[in-house]
Antibody
Framework: QLQLQESGPGLVKPSETLSLTCTVS??????????WGWIRQPPGKGLEWIGS???????YYNPSLKSRVTISVDTSKNQFSLKLSSVTAADTAVYYC?????????????WGQGTLVTVSS | DIQMTQSPSSLSASVGDRVTITCQAS??????LNWYQQKPGKAPKLLIY???NLETGVPSRFSGSGSGTDFTFTISSLQPEDIATYYC??????????FGPGTKVDIK
């Protein structure tokens, strides 16, 4: 059973860069069967897709965040990462890493447990 | 970009009631539509995929229908454990999903 686990600082100062890592276990991040992505949820609000990456390195970003987002893959560690620059209080949210199936149930996203990141000085 | 709307934004119903949530896409997405349930403090959980297919292990009181731009999610007999927020999600462009704003379901 493929599992995802987010890790990273829970507190980031305004104007700094938010950095999170997602460790994949139970499967290979180099598989062509999945897209890997980040989705966030501000407290009390809905779900916002941040961006996705394919094993080939192709990336896809939410246009509203594109100028501040970088997603990358480290196949040697079976991890993928999120960097969000110039953060403000509006970036405070639970950040989920997730995978989208391309074969069995295309378009279905399966989620990690999520990690709360607070932007505050 | 494809936008998703949901209605209502919240509802309160009695145990045993039939509950219906609608989701509308800003353009034709065929049946590329999933439904998730999210309970407080938890990650979303898949209930329905491809608009009308029940995920393995999900109770049969949950169902979905629709295609094109208009979709419906139904709980045939609301149970106390169904208290949650429900989201639709389109995947017309698979790596770039869009979620509806959510419908919060409560017990009257």
């Amino acid at each position: 059973q493929l599992q995802l686990q987010e890790s990273g600082p829970g507190l980031v100062k305004p104007s700094e860069t938010l950095s999170l890592t997602c460790t994949v276990s139970g499967g290979s991040i180099s598989s062509s069967s999945y897209y890997w992505g980040w989705i966030r949820q501000p407290p009390g609000k809905g779900l916002e897709w941040i961006g996705s990456i394919y094993y080939s390195g192709s990336t896809y970003y939410n246009p509203s965040l594109k100028s501040r987002v970088t997603i990358s893959v480290d196949t040697s560690k079976n991890q993928f990462s999120l960097k969000l620059s110039s953060v403000t209080a509006a970036d405070t949210a639970v950040y989920y890493c997730a995978r989208a199936d391309t074969v069995t149930h295309p378009g279905v996203w399966y989620w990690g447990q999520g990690t709360l990141v607070t932007v505050s000085s | 970009d494809i936008q998703m709307t949901q209605s209502p934004s919240s509802l309160s119903a009695s145990v045993g009631d039939r509950v219906t949530i609608t989701c509308q896409a800003s353009q034709d997405i065929s049946n590329y539509l999933n439904w998730y349930q999210q309970k407080p403090g938890k990650a979303p959980k898949l209930l329905i995929y491809d608009a009308s297919n029940l995920e393995t292990g999900v109770p049969s009181r949950f169902s979905g229908s629709g295609s094109g731009t208009d979709f419906t999610f139904t709980i045939s007999s609301l149970q106390p454990e169904d208290i949650a927020t429900y989201y639709c999600q389109q995947y017309d462009n698979l790596p770039s999903p869009t979620f509806g704003p959510g419908t919060k379901v409560d017990i009257k």
